[in-house]
């Protein structure tokens, strides 16, 4: 007996009648960032692996545990994108687009890939939506991404949202608080589970990352960033917060949300549902003003968030809308070939057809047409060749009429 090849563990098939969904989903999120003036970038799905190492941070998981890294044929190592805003800043700067005039606001569709342990809504090749924004400091900004990310979950009918909003300060105020949340680490370091005891000499501040429940209790304790802030950090959350509420937003301010990537600085934020358990942000990012200046680029500041659409659409309502469409019944040869050119020119004038080649019977047809849900049925049979008219009949009311292939055509488009 030959061995089945399965699919990779931590990947997922996306069947036809599942991706009707998905195709929803990419519509209303396309259609609602192009709203907001962002633009569609595609970069490469592999880069040079210290691309990720120098972006998303030498501390973080993704770079310790996650990547998908590999040599090519010329030694050189590459990595699956684990994250896409390393890329888009790799790409602003090798591409001069901060010397043109258009904004700097980028939307991407696309799969990432992260080896972490597959659970519900997370898979190790994965789909994230992203928004970057380059060269706008105004806090305004910041309130105006999370009010379209609420805009985009209302259009998806996604309810029970909570928005909750941190500063992680910037290069001037993070120290302090750093060695002081260090000491409190130290304080309760038998406590934690292995990974976060070595995080505290590592990097302290991704001990909040960590799901575990001891974890967690022990950092409800630790200091709160907000309170080491400096006066430009502070003036910048605050009209942040402004802003969320002149917009009529509701939010929570949550001091342990400090992302799981290091380049973050200033505002932090995300939406969670109360319909997934504890992985439960639907949409998380914020500000990273740093970045261009530390790969090379221009002193740009920049924002963004990421949306991982498994997780999404596991709470997206949708009733799939069948589509309207015509099956071709045919008899012979002969009523083939003229049914192929009927669909032909039904195609060309927008209306949905299918028509298979396996000998069956006009009853065995009929049935499959029955089956398939189809709208319309077009019978040819060597009578209707011979007078160039065709038998069309509704399978709803079932009505059945007579005519050429423009008069077909009308009378479909009349009754839809």
């Not at 991982?308 to 012979?332: A, C, D, M, N, Q």
Request: glycine residues 6%; contains cysteine; positive net charge.
């Amino acid at each position: 007996m030959k061995k089945q090849i399965s699919a990779i563990k931590g990947t997922k098939d996306v069947l036809p009648r599942e991706a009707r969904k998905w195709q929803h989903v990419e519509a209303v999120t396309k259609r609602v960032l192009e709203l907001y003036a962002y633009k569609e970038i595609r970069t490469p799905v592999f880069e040079a692996t210290e691309l990720f190492e120098k972006g998303t941070g030498q501390t973080t998981d993704i770079v310790i545990k996650e990547m998908y890294t590999f040599k090519d044929k010329a030694g050189r190592s590459l990595t699956l994108r684990p994250e896409y805003t390393p890329s888009v800043a790799r790409s602003i700067i090798e591409n001069r687009l901060y010397l043109q005039p258009d904004p700097l606001r980028f939307y991407y569709i696309g799969p990432m890939f992260r080896y972490d342990k597959p659970q519900k809504g997370r898979y190790r090749q994965f789909h994230q939506v992203d928004i970057e924004v380059f060269g706008e400091e105004d806090p305004a900004l910041d309130a105006e991404i999370v009010e379209m990310a609420n805009y985009l979950l209302r259009e998806l009918k996604v309810s029970a949202t909570e928005n909750l909003v941190n500063s992680v300060g910037c290069k001037k105020c993070r120290p302090s608080y750093i060695k002081d949340l260090r000491s409190r680490a130290e304080e309760v370091k038998r406590d934690l589970c292995p990974d976060c005891k070595r995080k505290v000499d590592l990097n302290p501040l991704r001990i909040f990352d960590c799901k575990i429940e001891t974890c967690r209790e022990a950092a409800k304790n630790f200091p709160r960033i907000t309170d080491y802030l400096c006066q430009e950090c502070e003036d910048h959350f605050n009209r942040f917060c402004e802003y969320l509420a002149f917009y009529g937003i509701k939010y929570k301010v949550e001091p342990r949300l400090v992302r799981g990537i290091d380049y973050y600085t200033k505002t932090t934020f995300e939406v969670v549902s109360s319909k997934l358990g504890a992985q439960n942000a639907l949409i998380g990012g914020g500000r990273y003003d740093d970045m261009m200046e530390d790969f090379g680029g221009p002193d740009l500041c920049a924002i963004g968030f990421a949306m991982g659409l498994e997780r999404l659409i596991s709470v997206v309502p949708f009733t799939e809308e069948k589509g309207e469409f015509l099956y071709l019944v045919h008899l012979g040869d002969e009523s083939k070939r003229a049914g192929m050119k009927a669909v032909q020119f039904l195609r060309r004038e927008g209306v949905e057809c299918l028509i298979e080649y396996k000998e069956r019977s006009i009853k065995s047809q009929m049935s499959r047409a029955n089956k398939l849900g189809a709208a319309w049925v077009l019978i040819i049979g060597e009578e209707e060749v011979k007078e160039k008219k065709y038998k069309l009949k509704n399978m709803a009311s079932g009505l059945q009429v007579e005519g050429t292939q423009g008069e077909i055509l009308k009378i479909i488009r009349e009754s839809s």
